[in-house]
């Protein structure tokens, strides 16, 4: 039973080797465009969603102290994803010959719109699919009496998220229309489903991490889940600015999905109090260093980012250019692509040897470092690509590629495709390393002591424990240059630059606050990881039992 | 609290699409016989938007597509959306505007009236026409093409509270020199301008060379390369490689052989025997357009192939 989760969280793996394959090829154009970039739309959102499935089915037994229901549902889940993972890629390629499938006033096959490219059938499936999921970890999970704050995040995830795939399930002739739904779906999952989702599972990996109790990460699950709904909500209104809805969205969305952030923050700054609620040394450090990642980027890529785009003045620049899919990015992949993996370092290892830190564990390590570097790097070109397009664009008004937009964007195409290369390769190190974790343990645990990798000495300077209010400086530098990303695209409403035509103002803006967004990041990363690091050597110098070293014994 | 922003969430939907608001529906829209509503699902099935962005949102490799009719008119697009590789040449816009249905959208009917009413066509046929672009052909059955043009009526006429937002830079050659500097912006606008020009539509004999490379000229400026490809490639209109006496086999059975009569015929009357496999309607009659010295020079040309 175990195994098939495992599988299941591999599945998705698979799919993120196959997503990035993808990329090359979409940015040499070759064969078309359309065709790779819904295949890359929806493997990415299968494979985030896979895993999820599997993370949710892993922790909902461990949560609840049951035994998984109905175990044969979950192994006819699992064909029926891979099953309809191959339907999808195939039907999209039928775009090129303008076979939507049309019968009985819907696509059947393929749908022709981001994110929700795939036809009727699979959505049909894909809903069965969620249902079945539903059903299982409903019947798992105790007695609605008995659920925790973490049961409930995780109930209401599965069955929201089952509600909202509904509503992109018809055809809508108003193009208004059609966006205003379509919306509901993406918005709604991103922002209102899978950060419940991903605040649930977050915090139950702290809790089987750091062996903290879920009481105590049980009233932030709460309230960061009521913060999202409350924000998220009416937040949606940053998608009904200019695609022929009324101009009062304007103030609604601008409004209430600035407070969007505010259960990032929260969720950031719970991880730093959790995380340091103990100074126990780190059993499975990539599983964290993926955790924190993820909520790092959270509050950077969709809080911050999301932020500098989500006032009608700002997003007005931002719309429909490449400065969007930097936050996308950042967002999408940073957020839940990194803890899905985080889940499957936790998983994977319980799963194949019952012991949550006894691995080799540098390949993690490397490969965190490899995406996390990778998606930032991407998310930066698209953006300073993005803040060169508003211009040309937008102020000057040309759109023609080879003669006007790409001679001062490739430059920016080039690092897209750069980045993309670094993350892939960490990808391929995740994939092998997830794969090969059971087997590879054997031979090198004994020659690799944990605490012999970082020299034992005493935590200072880089490595001295963080404190909080380092911690608020670090979160501070990074929404000072997110600030200054906002004024970046405010300033083309001023004059000198919409009718004088000058980009030095938010060429400047945005060559300050987007490296030194990215940078604050990195660094923060780093040194928040430097600090849990420490822990490892602090011990080894403390004459308490070093659990790492302990843990070193390896037994099938 | 979460239930009574729900509340507000509702009733703003409501007044969003309330009939009273004005806002255009595709059923209202019509591009002569051919309606907006059938459009958007051919918009769809060719999936536009993974490259394209509407009302911003999709892809961001080509432009954002929701004004492109209102700035650059129906036959301009008419040129464009059958053949997409090649940026129309003007006089593949002004044959387009040979057709009733589109002038009457257009409102217009000479094309010097057309670049008055829609200057993005003139900045396109100037400084592109006749050059590679980078979207692929996309191979569309007889009437879709009409439809999307539809479609993209019906997204003009929609109110979209501003966006796009309105250029405001100034005049055409002020923002190529914002752009490419001084130097280069007069350099790229002028000889492409000239070359584009149709003279060749008026004075038959001119230029130096031979009967081939004059039509070889022609196919570039009357815009036969966007759909006939010299390689062997299939694109809109079939390949002319090879194609002087060679059989074609015609929609409604039998066969043509490739000969001089052949091909007078499918440049003045195309829709008169049209080859297997492609619909018909896709290449405009060129009657009463190209001379017969033309005619003569493109045959030379399509022998050598
Ligand atoms: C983890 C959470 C989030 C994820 C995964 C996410 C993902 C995305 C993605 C993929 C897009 C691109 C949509 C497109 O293709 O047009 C997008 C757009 C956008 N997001 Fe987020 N987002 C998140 C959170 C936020 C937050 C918190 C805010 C606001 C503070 C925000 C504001 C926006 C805005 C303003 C747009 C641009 C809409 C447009 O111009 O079309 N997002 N988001
Ligand atoms: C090798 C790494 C990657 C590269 C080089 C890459 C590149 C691209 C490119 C070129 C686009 C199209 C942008 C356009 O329309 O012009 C795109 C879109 C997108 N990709 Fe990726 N991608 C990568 C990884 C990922 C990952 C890991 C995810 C998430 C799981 C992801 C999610 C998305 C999304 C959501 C969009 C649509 C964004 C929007 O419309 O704003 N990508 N990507
Ligand atoms: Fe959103």
Redo the contacts between chains.
Sequence with gaps: MLMLILFFVQVGLGLLLALQHNDPTLLA?TL????V??TH?NLGLIWILSGFIGSILYVGPLLSKRELASPWLIKFLFYAVVAVTLWNVGT?SL??????G?WAGQ?WL?????YI?GGRVFDVIVLIGFAILCYVVLRTFPKVREWNEIHWGLGLGVVALTVVWLFGMFYV?????Q??F?WFVVHYWVEGVWEVIHISLVGILIVLLFKVSVKEVGYAVFWGI?LV??SG??G??H????????????F?GSLFSALEPLPMIFCFWHIYLDAHANRKPLENAPAFYFILGSVVLEQVGAGILGFTMTFALTN??S????V??AHGHLALFGTFGLLVLGAAYYAVPMLRRGKPGDFDQRLGRLGFWLVFSGIIGLALAFALGGTV?VY?????????????LMPSMNLYKVLVVSFGFVLTVGAGVIVYDLCTLGRQTERTKATEPAPAQIPARPATGWSRPLTGFEAGTWLMGMWIFGFIVTFNLLSYNLDIV????DPTLPYVLAGIGYPGLFLTTLLFVWRFLASMEARVAEAALSPAPNPAAVGGGGRA | MLGLMMLVFIVLSGFSFLGSRNQVTPDEITFGTHYATDGKKIFQAYNCMDCHTIVGNGAYLGPDLTKKYAALGPAWLAAFLPSANMWPTEFAVQTQLKDKDIAADAGVDTIEAYYEKYPEAKERVQRRGGKPTYMPTLRFRAGEVSQLIAFLKYTSAMNTEGWPPKVMTGSLEHRLELLHGRVAGSAAATPAGSSSAPGAATSAGGGAGGAVERGAQLAQTLGCAACHSTDGKKITGPTWKGIYGSHEKLVGGGTATVDDAYIIESILKPNAKVVEGYPEGTMPPYEGLVTDEQIQDLIAYIKTL
């Design positions: 154009g078309n465009f359309n065709v970039r819904s739309l999209q775009a090129m010959q303008g076979s939507a049309w696509p393929q749908e022709g719109l981001e490219e002739p108003r193009v208004d229309l966006e205003y379509r009521l709904w409350l909500l009416l949606n209104a998608h009904y600015f200019w695609v022929g809805t009324p101009e009062f969205w304007q609604w007005v620049w719309h429909g250019t490449w969007t899919p397009q040309i664009s937008r102020i000057l008004g040309f759109e023609w590629l080879s003669g006007d919409r009718v004088h035509g």
